[in-house]
C-alpha cells in the first residue's frame, strides 16, 4: 500500500496514502516536502505494531503541515511533532509529552536485522523505546552507535538525496506560498522582482516576510532567529488574510489555488 503525507521541508512534510505497492515488505509511505519526494518501505513483518501505527496516523492525516524539527548534517532528520505547524512554538518542537499523537506504539519493536545504515527509517522515542509515538527520522549515514536503541521500521526506497536537503523553519516555503497565491489569483510577480518589491506592490502586511525571506536567501548563512522565523509566520498570516478580502468572491472561486499550507489555521484549497 502507498501512502502520502505531506511535510515541510526546512520544513513542511505531506505525508498521504494512495494506493497498494507490491513490494512484498508493507505500505509505502509517499512523503512529499518542499524539497521533493521521498519514499519509504516499511518492514510490517519485523515491526507490526509499528508500522500500523505510523500508518493509522499516515491516514488521518496526523503529519500533514509538519515541519522538520531536527536536522543535523549526515546524521538525521526528525519530524513529527504537531505543534511544528506553530513557528511561535518553535523552541518547544520535538520535546515534552506534547510533542507527539499522544497514543505510544507501546511495544518494543527492534530488530537484529533492521539496523541503522544510511537511509533507516525509525521511531525517536523520550527514553523509553516502547514510548515511541509519532516522531520519525531517517539516518543520513550509517549510525551502528543507534542499533538496539531504536525500532528501524523502513527504509528509503526512492528520493533518497531529499531527507539530507531538509533543514528546520523553512521560511523559503512561506514565500513560494504566497507567490503561489498570487499567480493563481492572476497576479504572477516577475522573476525579475524582488522580494521588497513584490510585497510593496502586493500590501504593506507582507514587507515583514519580503525581508525575512531576504535575510534567509541572500543573507550570512547564520540561521534566521526564532523571533524572525515567527515576524514571518504572523506576516504570511496576514497576507493570507489580506488576499482573501483583496479579491472578489468571483474571482477566488475561479482561481484555482494549490496551497498545500502547513498552516493548519489558514484557508487550506487544494487544485
Same mark, same amino acid.
Given at each position: 500500500?502507498?501512502?502520502?503525507?505531506v511535510?515541510?521541508?526546512?520544513?513542511?512534510?505531506?505525508l498521504?496514502?494512495?494506493?497498494?505497492?507490491?513490494?512484498?515488505?508493507?505500505?509505502?509511505?509517499?512523503?512529499?516536502?518542499?524539497?521533493?519526494?521521498?519514499?519509504?518501505e516499511?518492514?510490517?513483518?519485523?515491526?507490526?505494531?509499528?508500522?500500523?501505527?505510523?500508518?493509522?496516523? #499516515?491516514?488521518?492525516?496526523?503529519?500533514?503541515?509538519q515541519?522538520?524539527?531536527? %536536522?543535523?548534517? /549526515?546524521? @538525521? =532528520?526528525?519530524?513529527? *511533532?504537531?505543534?511544528?505547524?506553530?513557528?511561535?512554538?518553535?523552541?518547544?518542537?520535538?520535546?515534552?509529552?506534547?510533542?507527539?499523537?499522544?497514543?505510544?506504539?507501546?511495544?518494543?519493536e527492534?530488530?537484529?536485522?533492521?539496523?541503522?545504515?544510511?537511509?533507516?527509517?525509525?521511531?525517536?522515542?523520550?527514553g523509553?523505546?516502547?514510548?515511541?509515538?509519532?516522531?520519525?527520522? #531517517?539516518?543520513?549515514?550509517?549510525?551502528?552507535?543507534?542499533?538496539?536503541?531504536? %525500532?528501524?521500521? /523502513?527504509? @528509503? =526506497?526512492?528520493?533518497? *538525496?531529499?531527507?539530507?536537503?531538509?533543514?528546520?523553519?523553512?521560511?523559503?516555503?512561506?514565500?513560494?506560498e504566497?507567490?503561489?497565491?498570487?499567480?493563481d489569483?492572476?497576479?504572477?510577480?516577475?522573476?525579475?522582482?524582488?522580494?521588497?518589491?513584490?510585497?510593496?506592490?502586493?500590501?504593506?502586511?507582507?514587507?515583514?516576510?519580503?525581508?525575512?525571506?531576504?535575510?534567509?536567501?541572500?543573507?550570512?548563512?547564520?540561521?534566521?532567529?526564532s523571533?524572525?522565523?515567527?515576524?514571518?509566520?504572523?506576516? @504570511?498570516?496576514?497576507?493570507?488574510?489580506?488576499?482573501?478580502?483583496?479579491?472578489?468572491?468571483?474571482?477566488?472561486?475561479?482561481?484555482?489555488?494549490?496551497?498545500?499550507?502547513?498552516?493548519?489555521?489558514?484557508?487550506?484549497?487544494?487544485?
Amino acid at each position: 500500500m502507498m501512502m502520502r503525507a505531506v511535510v515541510m521541508a526546512a520544513a513542511v512534510l505531506l505525508l498521504s496514502t494512495e494506493a497498494m505497492a507490491q513490494t512484498g515488505t508493507g505500505p509505502v509511505i509517499v512523503v512529499d516536502t518542499t524539497k521533493g519526494a521521498f519514499e519509504v518501505e516499511t518492514f510490517q513483518y519485523d515491526a507490526p505494531e509499528t508500522v500500523a501505527h505510523v500508518i493509522a496516523l #499516515v491516514k488521518r492525516g496526523f503529519y500533514d503541515g509538519q515541519r522538520i524539527h531536527r %536536522a543535523l548534517p /549526515g546524521f @538525521l =532528520v526528525q519530524w513529527g *511533532d504537531p505543534r511544528s505547524r506553530d513557528l511561535v512554538q518553535e523552541s518547544e518542537w520535538g520535546r515534552g509529552p506534547n510533542a507527539g499523537s499522544g497514543t505510544p506504539v507501546g511495544v518494543t519493536e527492534m530488530s537484529r536485522k533492521r539496523l541503522h545504515v544510511k537511509g533507516a527509517v525509525a521511531m525517536a522515542h523520550p527514553g523509553n523505546p516502547a514510548r515511541a509515538d509519532s516522531q520519525i527520522f #531517517v539516518t543520513l549515514a550509517n549510525r551502528p552507535d543507534l542499533n538496539n536503541k531504536y %525500532a528501524v521500521f /523502513g527504509r @528509503l =526506497v526512492s528520493g533518497n *538525496d531529499v531527507p539530507a536537503r531538509l533543514e528546520r523553519g523553512d521560511v523559503s516555503a512561506a514565500w513560494a506560498e504566497i507567490v503561489d497565491r498570487l499567480a493563481d489569483l492572476g497576479d504572477a510577480p516577475s522573476p525579475t522582482t524582488t522580494p521588497a518589491e513584490i510585497a510593496d506592490a502586493t500590501d504593506p502586511v507582507m514587507e515583514p516576510l519580503a525581508a525575512v525571506y531576504g535575510e534567509f536567501m541572500y543573507g550570512t548563512g547564520v540561521p534566521l532567529a526564532s523571533s524572525r522565523v515567527a515576524l514571518a509566520a504572523r506576516s @504570511l498570516g496576514d497576507t493570507e488574510e489580506r488576499l482573501l478580502s483583496r479579491y472578489s468572491t468571483g474571482r477566488r472561486l475561479l482561481s484555482r489555488y494549490r496551497l498545500t499550507s502547513l498552516w493548519p489555521r489558514w484557508l487550506r484549497r487544494r487544485r
